[in-house]
């Protein structure tokens, strides 16, 4: 009887610790370690504000289930997307615009995946093209944001790479 006893126990004990295990096990995958490193290019040139915000939000789950020192995660922004970072203000006279999405609720945004290392790299063709005055227009945009082109910057970064997502 004793004997049946201590293999009933350790039967338990057994199924005890596989499935406290288990539990655990699943829990990482929540924290980012079964993603490990990874180099990603968000390509954003509509202007919609809804998908801008959709894609901000995308990018911060994404953050949330790597890690932000797991990631190298890049915005590239051209054409109608430069209205991500289009201060309102600026709209009335850069008629080559329909929306203007800088707004605080959306700075917000940005400023805090800046906060987590996110970069926004912000096309010089669409810049020139569209008469953008960088430091008067954009919200949080300096030089070392510009890259001579959008689309070819974007091709560069899965040349080295990174994993191309269009949200």
Known sequence: MLKFKLKSLLAVFIAFLLGSSAVLLSGNAYTGLTYGKQKVVYHINYDD????????????????????ENLDLKVVLHGNGLALLLEPDSLEKLTKFKHANA???MTAKIDGLKDQGVSFNVCANTVRGRKVDMESDLYNVDQSDIVPSGVAEVAKLQQDGYVYIKP
């Open 103 to 105: 707004t605080p609720k």
């Open 49 to 68: 504000p809804k998908k801008q915000a959709g894609a901000l939000r995308n990018i911060q789950n994404h953050i949330n289930a790597v890690g932000a």
